[in-house]
């Protein structure tokens, strides 16, 4: 009889001990997502036109934003900022300003609940000595000739990125390049170091692309911090010596892109004859022989 019972006692204490441990990791799971969650979708979507602590990028430091405004606000802006813009909210209008006419559009997946995530999370940030949001420390060091150099080859592709990133040539141009020209599918990038205000705008864009195409590529083959400031610098230098666009290296390249549809079409249709007649051929001959 006592057997019974202690071996019911220790079931029932096993019992109590994973319910436990499960509502442990249950515990340990949601709070690490729910504190995780918000800081990833920042680094992909806020920090490259935002820092907390590290001064103004595109748009305003964010550091003690809740002490400029209230949450109210704030929640609505994220939500919608454009819509605010638009209907003259004279605190927009003056952020507008200082951010010399650069927009902020809402976020992709933006809702009330998320909001409110990230603005706990950058109260939480704003209080720390240094927020892991205050921007990548990219050198002050003048840029020299080999930064400029070492930047061509990484755009180039003649480095190959030390993350294994595609390199930047598969879809970008710039006016300097000679022959047929990078690739067309992203923008030409000889004027990026001036649309992205210099050095600490274009590093920090570098840094996480929002770009719809680049984003889900480059989270995954981040370009290093030590790659940034010669790829700025390359792109500084384009900025700077402003050739204009190179329209042979545009029209060859449509020719190119002609030639080869040509020869593409001429392809396929060999193989599709071959095919063809592949089927037709022993069909034919066996209504012959029947
Ligand atoms: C393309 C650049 C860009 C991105 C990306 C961006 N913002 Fe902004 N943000 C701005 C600019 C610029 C302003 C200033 C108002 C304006 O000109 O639209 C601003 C203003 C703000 C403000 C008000 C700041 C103040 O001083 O009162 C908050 C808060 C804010 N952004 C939060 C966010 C959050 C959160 C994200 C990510 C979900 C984000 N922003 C993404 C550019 C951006
Ligand atoms: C798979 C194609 C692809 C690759 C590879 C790629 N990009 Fe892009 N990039 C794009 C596209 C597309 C855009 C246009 C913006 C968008 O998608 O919203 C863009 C935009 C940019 C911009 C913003 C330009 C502006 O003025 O707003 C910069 C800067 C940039 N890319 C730099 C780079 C660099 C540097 C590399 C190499 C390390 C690179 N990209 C590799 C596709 C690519």
Known sequence: ????????????????????TSVFFLLLICTSVSAQV???????????CHTIGGGRLTGPDLKNVS??????????????PEGILKSGDPYAV???????????????????????????????????????????????????AEDIEEGRM??????????????????????SMKGLGGGRLGLN?????????????????LVSPPSLMMNPIFKKYPIDEEEVLPLVAFLKNETEIDEPENKTAMINFLLYGMGGAVVLLVIFDLLWNKRFRGVRQPMVKESYHS
């Open 154 to 175: 990484l755009f180039m592709g003649a480095t190959r990125l030390k993350n294994n990133g595609p390199s930047c040539i598969g879809c970008h141009t710039v006016n």
């Open 94 to 144: 003056k952020l507008q300003k200082e951010a010399r006419g650069a927009v902020m559009t809402r976020s992709p997946g933006m809702t009330r609940v998320l909001s409110a995530a990230l603005l706990d999370l950058i109260d939480a940030e704003s209080k720390l000595e240094k927020s892991q949001f205050a921007g990548t420390q990219i050198s002050d060091r003048p840029l020299l």
């Open 189 to 205: 990038l000889t004027r990026a170091y001036a649309r992205l205000e210099g050095r600490k705008g274009l590093s920090a864009w």
């Open 1 to 20: 009889m006592p057997k019974v019972t202690s071996k019911k006692c220790i079931t029932g204490i096993n019992w109590a001990a994973s319910i436990l």
């Open 38 to 48: 918000p800081a990833d979708y920042f680094k992909q979507n806020c920090a490259s």
């Open 67 to 80: 002490e400029r405004q209230s949450r109210d606000w704030l929640v609505n802006w994220t939500l919608d």
